[in-house]
């Protein structure tokens, strides 16, 4: 596992459940309480490869709909060019 942040060098990464989003093409999966390891300094997050390859199986499940999620949630959407006067 890390001992140093590669982002900024810090020493000290903290074990924490964060919620994690996975996207494939336009495919977008929240997974809730994912472990990982976080930078103390920058705030980075660090998961095992494990952890990714379990997120990455079951959000293939989902999109082949050989799983169902817990749940769904709505998703606010803007475009840039709306809000954003060049
Ligand atoms: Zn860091």
Not at 38 to 49: I, K, L, P, V
Not at 50 to 75: R, W
């Amino acid at each position: 596992m890390f001992e140093v942040c590669a982002f900024c060098g810090h020493k000290h990464l903290t074990p924490k459940n964060v919620s994690y989003r996975h996207q494939q093409g336009e495919e977008l999966l929240i997974i809730d309480d994912a472990p990982c390891l976080q930078c103390n300094f920058c705030g980075e997050q660090y998961f095992d490869a494990a952890v990714l390859k379990a997120i990455e199986a079951e959000h293939a499940a989902i999109i082949s709909q050989q799983k169902t999620p817990t749940g769904f949630k709505p998703v606010a959407m803007e475009s840039f060019t709306a809000i954003y006067r060049y």
